[in-house]
């Protein structure tokens, strides 16, 4: 009755009797999983922490297209993973870039640790779902532990958002703007919450411009709109509008088409003249009406079926000394409306004046090669911000881009969540040090797993110092006798190269981003566990 | 000899052809039989085709219809489980594993030269007992309110400890519960919409009572409706166009052109007047809405949605009793749906349109939410399961206990017969008990324990009247169903049963198989 009376699974207690079970391809087909996965992991481990390495992406395609980039979300996303198991690991990162848009790496590299001890786990014995319920059971004491160490947060604490911000900055490319580019994302984010619904965050609200030229210094937050094209001139209009009324039209200034096939016909010359004269009746007739209704600027909706705009109404056009943007894509028409608190008009008829929108200043600014349109003064403006990113070379800009989205993403987890966790590897220790010790109370096969998990967390402190050039075995150890001493705040201080309280250092993220990477790397690692077949099917 | 058949059709004759079914048949409950349990493991089924698609599944039914199947007996339990899946959605995996094992043990008797009919008039005896001693162990808590919410929940905890749901399956079996009680009896699950959203966690998963449309609010138009009327449309919002091939207008001038722009123009007007005229203030089309009529909608105070999908048209039109028209001339023949408040809300990133105090009172929304595709997807799955389950068990109120409890009661009355019956007969008796007993044995191997040890102890303790003891995967041991609370649907045991000896007697009978010559494609050089 050894069975029954021993309340751990059986899994590790030696088999009784003769059980043939073939078990052979199984654990074939896991040990492959485990071992794609990590190599997955392993590939982005280097770029994790401030002093992490970038990687270069090369497109296969015909574009031959180059991104640099130390994103982890990015790295994996480009990479064409052909394996299952990598490719969730793949997915695992795009899942903790749609929850908190951070730690993108840290999750994949967390995942990656957990595998290996999973590894060594089963190679000793240990059953499948056992491991994985264990790991079920540690993720929800480390979220408890990792409740334990946040610091609660106002949003009204400017100073701690910007600190906030400058963490996750400092891992990317752009780490020496951070100063500059933190506190616009923590303006850019806060001018859009909605006092309405104070922990709603969305940050499709934000519009990032990317313009090349200059450098990252040039970037700035503006208060009001920016369209990346140029004012349409051809017929030598207006490129600066002061106190602008500006409509947003969703139907085109250019001859009539009609939708059911039709065709004109011509049967003498003098009939020539008059379509001609009627054309330009017609057109005239809308610009006058446009005039009428007050408006001096003219925001137009691309369209594919017709032209927005002929040279002949962009003559009217600036006679009236109106200012034309067209081909506005129809997705962005939502936002326009909303920043400039108008309403879009599709039809000519209802071209009225409680539906323009005002501006203090309508221009055509050069930027670096190009040009765009600012408008800025916006009278009663929405809710929105537009960031306009400058930079010497495109690949710069898209990181910054990128990076500037991460940013993004952490204040917006602490608006939904305000607490603040320490930075530099402290959450981890601190929760490796907790669980082992817990692992102690527990008995059996749980025990021994969330023992092997726990030392698995230290993977991100290693890696930290590893990545920093420091010794890594030598600043964990520090780092678990400070924890040990009850020092919760202990992290590693790559700057200096050892180990402070890293709140006095300002390196501090959310605590949503431990929380989700934390949670999100065992539900993927359990998956994994739990697979034991591959099959082919249609 | 002169051929009787075409020259490419193959033919397979006695012996050769019993073996070709037992062993697919086998081969196809061998993949499946890891899955079974609540330790059971799971499958990645990679996809051959374009963008090579990867699902991670445990639902048996789902495993067997994507594979690449040759064998025809295989087809059948594939069919089988398939038939499960539409009939009680569960157990489709234990259907699979005991047509198997029914034929296992055949192979072995017809080995010892007996007659495959001997062997199914042998089993056709044994599953008529084993239903009547699994039918007197019912329980019914039909006139219980609270009791039978108790059974409910366990059911669905049973269910949904063998998923990727199972470390929230108090949580989830609480969501199914409420889900399938609010449909008062029904079987229609197509109340019940089931919203998958990436990100957060699958505790995060909510049920929503009214009904979620994934789309969005036109620009300008109200965010928030109260007491709306609904008119729930399929129509060209551009221009009704004439739809004969080469259609044209012949003008002579361009002032011509403008007048038919602006009758086209005029047309939409009207139409859209046409809509407003019917009271509403929400009108929700499944083709595009284009600027010009946004417009006007916006104007008039009115919320459109544009462009929504057609499942999700027919259930709002489902939910809120509204007809789906697409002539708008007679107002008083078309059927409003009504909700009390439509307004926009956020899950995740996400903006959604959200319709609560729908008409039909039964209707519900689920909203997982969970860490990737893969796990949205499977959970879905589990949840599916669970609901049909439960849906079939609001109508067929009878509840045995799970854990291989069943399956030792019927073993024990099989077992019985066998003894009493004469003949070659109970050889065949006694296999169908020993194909029953396989079932918690697998159970067992599966979560890695001594399944010979285990199963011996769960026959001695069988043996006492009224036992309630069956396999406890967790603690790994034998333990009391009852207080475990272990339920299953009887109606899914006796699906399984069934269906099971069916399919094995099937097989079984079969002793020859033709493979018809491919048909000839036609040379066309």
Known sequence: MAASSAPAPAAAAPRKGETYTDTKRRDDVRGANIAAARAVADAVRTSLGPRGMDKMIASGDQAHEVIITNDGATILSRMSLLQPAARMLAELSRSQDAAAGDGTTTVVVLAGSLLRRAQSL???????????????????????????MAIPIELSDRDSLVKSASTALNSKVVSQYSSLLSPLAVDAALSVVDPAHPDLLDLRDIRIVKKLGGTLDDTELVRGLIFDKKVSHAAGGPTRVENAKIAVIQFQV?????????????????????????????????????????????????SILRDAVTDLSLHYLAKAKILVVKDVERDEIEFVTKTLNCLPIANIEHFRADKLGHADLVEEVSVGEGKVVKITGIRDMGRTATILVRGSNQLVIDEADRSLHDALCVIRCLVNKRFMIAGGGAPEIEMSMQLASWAKELQGMESYCIKEFADALEVIPYTLAENAGLNPIAIVTELRNRHAKGEKNAGINVRKGQITNILEENVVQPLLVSTSAITLACECVRMILKIDDIVTVR | MDRVLKDDAVEEKGERARMASFIGAMAIA??????????GMDKILQSTGRGRNVTVTNDGATILKSLHIDNPAAKVLVDISKVQDDEVGDGTTSVVVLAGELLREAEKLVNMKIHPMTIIAGYRMAVECARNALLQRTMDNKENTDKFRSDLMNIAMTTLSSKILS???????ELAVDAVLRLKGSTNLEAIQILKKPGGSLKDSFLDEGFILDKKIGIGQPKRIENAKILVANTAMDTDKVKIYGARVRVDSMAKVAEIEAAEKQKMREKVQKIIGHGINC????????????ELFADAGILAIEHADFEGIERLALVTGGDIASTFDNPESVKLGHCKVIEEIM???????????????????????????????????????????????????????????????????VDELARKTPGKKSHAIDAFS???????????????????????????????????AGIDVITGSVGDMQKRGISESFKVKQAILLSATEAAEMILRVDEIITCAPRRREDRM
Not at chain 1, 266 to 287: F, H
Request: charged share 25%.
């Open chain 1, 122 to 148: 089963l190679s000793a014995g240990a059953h499948p779902t056992a491991a994985a319920d264990a790991l079920h059971r540690l993720a929800t004491r480390a979220v408890e532990v990792l409740h334990g």
């Open chain 1, 254 to 302: 250019s001859p009539p088409k009609t939708d059911i096939e039709q065709s004109v016909i011509v049967s003498d010359y003098a009939q020539m003249d008059r379509i001609l004269r009627e054309e330009r009746n017609y057109i005239l007739g809308m610009v006058k009406k446009i005039k009428a209704a007050g408006c001096n600027v003219l925001l137009i909706q691309k």
């Open chain 2, 30 to 39: 061998d993949l499946v039989k890891t899955t079974l349990g609540p330790k």
């Open chain 2, 167 to 173: 470390q929230d399956k108090e949580y989830f079996a």
């Open chain 2, 283 to 294: 009108f929700v089309n499944r083709q595009l809405i284009y600027n010009f009529p946004e």
């Open chain 2, 347 to 413: 899950i995740g990133e996400d903006k959604l349109i959200h319709f609560s105090g729908v008409e039909m009172g039964q209707a519900c929304t689920i909203v997982l939410r969970g860490a990737s595709e893969h796990v949205l997807d499977e959970a879905e799955r589990s949840l599916h399961d669970a609901l049909c389950v439960l849906s079939q068990t609001v109508n067929d109120t009878r509840v045995v206990f799970g854990g291989g409890w069943p399956e030792m009661v019927m073993a024990k009355e």
């Open chain 2, 434 to 468: 020993r194909a029953l007993q396989a079932i918690p044995t697998i159970i067992a191997d599966n979560a890695g324990l001594d399944s010979a040890e285990l199963i011996s102890q769960l026959r001695a303790e069988h043996h006492k009247e009224n036992s309630t």
